[in-house]
Structure formats: C-alpha cells, structure tokens
C-alpha cells in the first residue's frame, strides 16, 4: 500500500508499505484523507525529534476496515475522524476527564507497519499518510456520513486543538478579548473557537496581510500585520493572548500584551531546546503563562461536538481545505504549506 515515508534522510512516498491487523481494543481505517500540518514537516527539520524510517501524517479521517476483539463503538463502514491521542483509558489522568496527560499516551512510537520485513515507526500514535493504519479503538471517533472526508480529516489535530485551546484551556468566556497571532491552521481555529466562545474583540496578528480576509472569515474583529498595534485596539491589554507560531520573540509578544488577569497560550512548536524570556515583575497582576497540548482535549466528546457544530454551520471546516492533493503530490503540498500558500493542504486516497 501506499504511504510517506521519512528516513531521516528524504520523505519518500512508497507503495510497498505493509500494515498488520488490528489487535484487542485496536481499530483498522482505511484512510480517505489526511491534513498536512506543520508537526509533520517538524519532524522533518528535526523541530520534533522522531526515530526513523517513520510513516508520517496525524490529521485524518477515513472509514473502519475492521475491529479487533473488544470493540463495539464503531464497526465496519463507519465513517471515523482520528485522533492523535492514545490514552489508556484508566489512570487517574484520565479519570480526571484530561487524557492529554495520560502517560500512556506520551512518547511512546509503535511499529505497525513494516516495508521490505522491516519495522516502521507510526507518528503520532496515527500515521494518517498511509492507505490504512491501525489505531486504538479510543482514537476513532464516529462521525456522521455526511461530512466531507477532507474537511473531517481537519478535527483530529488543527481543530482540536485550536478550538479546544480556546474552549477547554483558556476558557475564553463572553466579552472577553483575545489576541492571536499567527493564522494558519491553527490560528485560524484559535479565532473561530474564540467566536464561538463569544468573545468580543478578537484581533488576529499576521505579518502576511494576504490573510486578512480569511482571519475575519474565521472570527477576527480586527486585523494587523504587527503586534504594535494591538494596544490602540485594547489599550489594557487582552484578556487571552494565544501564540501560534512557536517563536520565542512571539511568546514575549504574548505575554507583554496581556491585561491584568490575563492569559498567555502557547500552542507554537518552536525547537525542543528553546527558551523563552518574560518580565517577573509583569506578571504579579495574576496573570499566567499557560502550556497547551491537543487543546486540552476530550476526543471522544470533543470531536463529535465539533462534527455538530459543523452540521448546524457554527464551525467552518470546508472553508480551512485550500487545496486538496493526491499523495503522490506529497512535495508539492509540503511546498505549499512551508511558503504559507495554503490554509491546509488536504493529502487524499
């Protein structure tokens, strides 16, 4: 079957990848479409250290091939988003409803592929750049039928956690103001999660003033090309400021926009070594420098929730699809999403 692969060296896109059966609490899925974000080219630069050859991908959705013994919430045909989050289920992170601080579900790479009779490392507990991949059954979400695999595909990482920053992390509430900077993929779901959560003034900071129109689509009450200008828009400061970039000069932005009280969210992925610097005595107003992974997520809720919201025309997922790609023109959509040409470039089947 087909797939990309990285070496360490070279992606490439094979056809001679092997995947196994699913196991106990395991879900197989043939996968219809996958989205191209920025955590897979990370791994690639070496931004995200990943051992090697790996099968790349962690935003798809496609439809369950079949279940291994113990699975009875999805079954064959059914349509399925898939998440990145393999958490066991019973520890007391997850019992405390937070599975994106299960241990179980943190650095730990299986090898369900093989190519050539040799082991195959899965990204993201996911590898959604393959024609199948197994899964724990706690990762395959339902969907409805009726919702487009490419934009189904953009639930399972760039949604979730942008919307998922905004409603389960920050807990942006009504009236509230907000900053984002940096609108791509997951900039753009920090504004519609803002919107949805009603705040009032959401301003979004890009140095691309190309996307100014797609920012206000999204949710963005005002547009600027630098953050020297938010202070004119909200001269205390914001209540929530999200940083989606993941450079340290912006995380100081973040935190020296924030208003008595206020909140800085970092969901940019800058390198495993970086450090980030921050005024002590700025932050003694109660104001807080908040981590984020997965948009605090509850996949099993928080996808089906989002699906609905989808449906009732809350939510824009067809609008985030750019362009759509056959896999075998993986290195054009890799270009693409490098020079910031798309939203989100869409990998199909």
């Given at each position: 079957?087909?797939?990309?692969?990285?070496?360490?060296?070279?992606?490439?896109?094979?056809?001679?990848?092997?995947?196994?059966?699913?196991?106990?609490?395991?879900?197989?899925?043939?996968?219809?479409?996958?989205?191209?974000?920025?955590?897979?080219?990370?791994?690639?630069?070496?931004?995200?250290?990943?051992?090697v050859p790996v099968v790349l991908g962690h935003e798809g959705a496609g439809v369950v091939e079949a279940v291994g013994a113990g699975v009875?919430?999805?079954?064959?045909?059914?349509?399925?988003?898939?998440?990145?989050?393999?958490?066991?289920?019973?520890?007391?992170?997850?019992?405390?409803?937070?599975?994106?601080?299960?241990?179980?579900?943190?650095?730990?790479?299986?090898?369900?592929?093989?190519?050539?009779?040799?082991?195959?490392?899965?990204?993201?507990?996911?590898?959604?750049?393959?024609?199948?991949?197994?899964?724990?059954?706690?990762?395959?979400?339902?969907?409805?039928?009726?919702?487009?695999?490419?934009?189904?595909?953009?639930?399972?990482?760039?949604?979730?956690?942008?919307?998922?920053?905004?409603?389960?992390?920050?807990?942006?509430?009504?009236?509230?103001?907000?900053?984002?900077?940096?609108?791509?993929?997951?900039?753009?779901?920090?504004?519609?999660?803002?919107?949805?959560?009603?705040?009032?003034?959401?301003?979004?900071?890009?140095?691309?003033p190309g996307k100014e129109g797609v920012a206000r689509q999204f949710g963005a009450t005002h547009f600027l090309t630098s953050a020297e200008g938010v202070r004119e828009i909200?001269?205390?400061?914001?209540?929530?400021?999200?940083?989606?970039?993941?450079?340290?000069?912006?995380?100081?932005?973040?935190?020296?926009?924030?208003?008595?009280?206020?909140?800085?969210?970092?969901?940019?992925?800058?390198?495993?070594?970086?450090?980030?610097?921050?005024?002590?005595?700025?932050?003694?107003?109660?104001?807080?420098?908040?981590?984020?992974?997965?948009?605090?997520?509850?996949?099993?809720?928080?996808?089906?929730?989002?699906?609905?919201?989808?449906?009732?025309?809350?939510?824009?997922?067809?609008?985030?699809?750019?362009?759509?790609?056959?896999?075998?023109?993986?290195?054009?959509?890799?270009?693409?999403?490098?020079?910031?040409?798309?939203?989100?470039?869409?990998?199909?089947?």
């Amino acid at each position: 079957m087909r797939g990309v692969v990285f070496d360490g060296k070279q992606i490439q896109v094979v056809d001679d990848l092997e995947v196994r059966e699913p196991g106990p609490g395991e879900v197989l899925v043939a996968i219809s479409a996958a989205g191209l974000c920025h955590s897979d080219l990370s791994v690639v630069d070496g931004t995200i250290p990943f051992p090697v050859p790996v099968v790349l991908g962690h935003e798809g959705a496609g439809v369950v091939e079949a279940v291994g013994a113990g699975v009875t919430h999805v079954g064959p045909g059914d349509h399925v988003a898939l998440s990145t989050l393999a958490n066991c289920g019973t520890c007391a992170e997850c019992d405390r409803g937070r599975p994106t601080m299960c241990r179980q579900a943190i650095g730990r790479p299986g090898k369900p592929f093989t190519r050539g009779g040799q082991p195959v490392y899965q990204f993201a507990s996911n590898s959604a750049f393959a024609e199948r991949t197994v899964v724990k059954a706690v990762q395959a979400v339902r969907i409805p039928k009726d919702i487009p695999m490419p934009s189904a595909a953009l639930i399972g990482c760039g949604v979730l956690t942008g919307v998922g920053a905004v409603l389960n992390r920050a807990r942006v509430g009504l009236g509230d103001s907000v900053v984002v900077i940096g609108t791509g993929g997951i900039g753009l779901n920090v504004l519609q999660g803002a919107r949805i959560a009603g705040a009032l003034t959401i301003v979004a900071v890009d140095a691309n003033p190309g996307k100014e129109g797609v920012a206000r689509q999204f949710g963005a009450t005002h547009f600027l090309t630098s953050a020297e200008g938010v202070r004119e828009i909200l001269p205390n400061g914001a209540d929530h400021a999200f940083e989606c970039v993941g450079r340290v000069e912006l995380i100081r932005q973040a935190v020296d926009l924030l208003d008595r009280h206020g909140q800085a969210v970092l969901l940019g992925v800058p390198s495993a070594t970086a450090e980030a610097s921050f005024l002590v005595s700025s932050m003694y107003l109660d104001k807080s420098i908040l981590g984020c992974r997965y948009g605090s997520s509850r996949p099993q809720r928080d996808i089906a929730l989002y699906a609905q919201l989808y449906r009732e025309g809350r939510l824009l997922l067809d609008e985030l699809v750019t362009e759509t790609y056959p896999v075998e023109d993986f290195e054009k959509a890799a270009g693409d999403a490098e020079a910031g040409r798309v939203a989100r470039g869409v990998l199909t089947f």
